[in-house]
């Protein structure tokens, strides 16, 4: 008997199979899908036949010994105005690509403009608009006083023809306002898609590499919180600064979250004025400026000092509370500018530990000058600021108070407390309310008067006396 042999099996590794792919993302898979696991959009699979991976089309870059590449650093251009050098690492490195995000009608076409016309480049500027007509550019300059000199408006959202046009200018930065509303033809989805989005900021990064020139590129950031869905365009660039702020507020925060040339601890605070955007060089002071009690007479109910950091900038902060008795079955929980499960976490404390009745009471805690505060070294300061609102007594105006809550009301220790202290210390304050954790390693060089407590009991008695 013979043994037919079987054909040896056969992969399909030669051959181009299929794949889907989503218009909107580019997430792809072997099957046809409805809705894009990636994305979530519904019926934006098509098939894709993948293309054969290209040969190259010129020699590849030769390998470099790093120890034999010169150790120079690289020269940064700065603007001049030191709220925003600073939070770049102290000017734009050539060559780098720079994503400002933050909520339309924040002021990042303003600090953009107003940072165009300081740009001491030697060369051209040029501004890429797929937002505004250049009358409307032009109107917003003559608000901010820049008179233009140098500064090129485009208004064109085809990107290709944009660098094109750029090529023959050869500017010394480029700003694309936004990111949002140009387009590649090498990509045939709408403005705004994640391909787009992504086709763009890579084409803009190989423009400011190859040609040595910084760029920044505007990023309007969605409901989410985060620039064009999943921070798809983060990686891709260099660096990335957020502009924060309330609306309804004029302080501008811009804070670097990503900065491939630099350290990410650096904000700056701007006031959105009518001439623009301006420095608020002693932002301490103005966030507390406007505290009730500040006479040194009495204190205020309902509000207390913390001194924050912001990266590595020590910032006093107010936060207030109010307590207000309620007859609804669930009382109202209500924050701005802190973080609510903070507040859940701190009412739930002062419930089970202090004993105050909040179940009663509706629960409004809310950081002054539209800041946001992350910091779990303010847990301690809006407690004592309900405590003080709900016992209606104030709390001294020459106190500030830091210290994360425990669940079991202990305090815990917070970092780099001499740089907190010293920004207290500065603005006149006399006295802290901290952590008694906080001092047992070392005890801080300050003039301050320290009020250790080891629970929040305990700070309450000393800060409420
Ligand atoms: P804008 O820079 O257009 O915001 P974005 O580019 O982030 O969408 O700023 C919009 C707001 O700023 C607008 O509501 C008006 C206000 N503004 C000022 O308060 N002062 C000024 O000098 C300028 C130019 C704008
Ligand atoms: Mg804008």
């Not at 966030?287 to 924050?308: H, K, N, Y």
């Not at 105006?397 to 210290?403: E, I, K």
């Amino acid at each position: 008997m013979t043994t037919a042999r079987k054909p040896p099996l056969r992969r399909s590794s030669g051959q181009a199979r299929t794949v889907f792919a989503c218009q909107e993302c580019g997430f792809e898979n072997s099957k046809w899908l409805g809705r894009c696991p990636d994305c979530s959009s519904w019926n934006t699979f098509v098939e894709r036949f993948p293309a054969q991976r290209p040969k190259a089309s010129g020699p590849a870059a030769a390998p470099l010994e790093l120890s034999r590449l010169p150790h120079d650093e690289e020269p940064r251009l700065a603007f001049g105005l030191p709220e925003f050098d600073r939070v770049l690492g102290g000017g734009v490195v050539p060559g780098s690509l720079v994503l400002i995000g933050g909520d339309p009608g924040i002021g990042k076409s303003t600090l953009l403009l107003q940072v165009a016309y300081l740009a001491a480049t030697g060369r051209p500027v040029l501004y890429l608009s797929g937002e505004e007509s250049a009358r409307q550019i032009k109107l917003r300059a003559g608000r901010l006083g820049v008179a233009g000199d140098g500064l090129f408006v485009l208004t064109e959202t085809n990107l290709d023809a944009a660098l094109q046009e750029a090529e023959s200018l050869s500017p010394g930065l480029l700003i694309v306002d936004s990111i949002q509303t140009v387009h590649s033809d090498a990509a045939p989805q709408a403005p705004g898609s994640i391909v787009q989005l992504r086709q763009c900021t890579m084409d803009l990064m190989r423009w400011a590499k190859g040609t040595g020139v910084p760029a920044f590129i505007v990023g309007h950031v969605t409901k989410g919180g985060d620039i064009a869905g999943p921070r798809l365009l983060e990686h891709i660039v260099d660096v990335v600064l957020y502009l924060e702020g309330e609306r309804f507020s004029s302080y501008r925060l811009l804070r670097s979250v990503k900065n491939r040339f630099g350290s990410i601890d650096e904000v700056g605070v701007f006031e959105m004025t009518g001439e623009g955007m301006t420095a608020v060089h002693n932002p301490s002071q103005a966030f507390i400026a406007e505290r009730a009690g500040q006479d040194g007479q009495g204190g205020a109910v309902g509000s207390v000092i913390v001194p924050t950091l912001e990266g590595s900038r020590p910032l006093l902060v107010e936060v207030q509370a109010l307590t207000s008795p309620t007859a609804m079955p669930t009382p109202r929980r209500t924050t701005n500018g802190v973080d609510f499960n903070r507040l859940l976490l701190i009412t739930a404390v002062l419930t089970r530990r202090v004993g105050l009745s909040l179940a009663a009471q509706d629960v409004i805690a809310s950081v002054v000058g539209g800041l946001r505060v992350h910091e779990p070294a303010a847990d301690l300061g809006l407690a004592l600021a309900i405590v003080s609102s709900y016992r209606d007594k104030p709390i001294p105006p020459d106190l500030v108070a830091l210290g994360e809550v425990g669940l079991s009301a202990e305090l815990r220790s917070v970092s780099q407390l001499e740089r907190r202290l010293l920004e207290a210390e500065r603005l006149g304050f006399r006295r802290c309310l901290l952590p008694q954790a906080a001092l047992v390693r070392s005890k801080p060089r300050t003039n301050l008067e320290l009020l250790p407590a080891a629970t929040l009991q305990e700070a309450i008695k000393l800060g409420l006396a």
